[in-house]
C-alpha cells in the first residue's frame, strides 16, 4: 500500500521516468558533503528529499555498505562531494563508496571523476558578472547534479563532466 501512496504523490515524476527508478530513488542513500558551500548543499538535500530521496551521513553509509556487502545485498548509496578539499577527496576516494558527483562552486562544474574538475581563473569581468548572479547559478548546478543523479537510476549514461556556461546567460 505504501508504494501506492508514493505513486500517487510522485506521479509526474514516475511518468517521467518510469516506477523502477522512483522505486531505486526512495531506497537509495545519499549523502552530501559540503563544508564550504552551504547553499548547494541545501539546494542538493531539498531537491533529493522533493524526490523521495532518504539522505544520510558518510560514515552511517559506509559502515551499512560493508554490512550489505557481506550478506550480498544491493543497496546503493550515492554521494555529492561540494568543494571537498584534496584530504577529504582522498579519504572519500579511499573509502568503497563508488558512486561519486564532485561538484565545484568555483568553475560551477559536476563530474563523476574529481580529477576532472577544473577549476581555472576565470577573467575578471566575467568573475564580477557571475558573482551577481552566483545564487541562481548555484541552483542551476545543483539542479544539474541531481538530475545527473536521477539519469544514473534510471540507466541512461550521463556526462563525465558537466560546466555551467556563464556567457550564454549575461
Known amino acids: 500500500m ?5 505513486g500517487e504523490k510522485y506521479s509526474r515524476q514516475i511518468r517521467l521516468f518510469g516506477e ?10 545519499v549523502v552530501v558533503l559540503s563544508s564550504k558551500a552551504p547553499l548547494v548543499k541545501a539546494y542538493i538535500e531539498r531537491l533529493i528529499v522533493q524526490m523521495g530521496g532518504t539522505l544520510g551521513a558518510l560514515e552511517e553509509c559506509r559502515i551499512e555498505s560493508a554490512q550489505n556487502r557481506e ?18 577527496v582522498q579519504k572519500l576516494e579511499e573509502s568503497e563508496l563508488e558512486r561519486v558527483f564532485y561538484i565545484s562552486t568555483r568553475s560551477l562544474s559536476v563530474s563523476t571523476e574529481h580529477n576532472a574538475i577544473q577549476n581555472e581563473e576565470k577573467p575578471e569581468s566575467l568573475r564580477k558578472i557571475e558573482e551577481s548572479c552566483r545564487k541562481e547559478f548555484l541552483k542551476i548546478v545543483a539542479g544539474v547534479a541531481v538530475q545527473e543523479y536521477t539519469k544514473k537510476l534510471s540507466g541512461p549514461n550521463g556526462f563525465k563532466t558537466w560546466q555551467l556556461d556563464t556567457p550564454m546567460f549575461l
Not at 505504501?2 to 508514493?6: G, R, T
Open 71 to 88: 550478506q550480498g545485498l544491493q543497496k546503493e548509496y550515492w554521494i555529492f562531494s561540494v568543494d571537498q578539499d584534496a584530504e577529504e
Open 20 to 29: 523502477e527508478t522512483q522505486k531505486k530513488i526512495e531506497e537509495t542513500r
Open 2 to 6: 505504501e508504494h501506492k501512496i508514493s
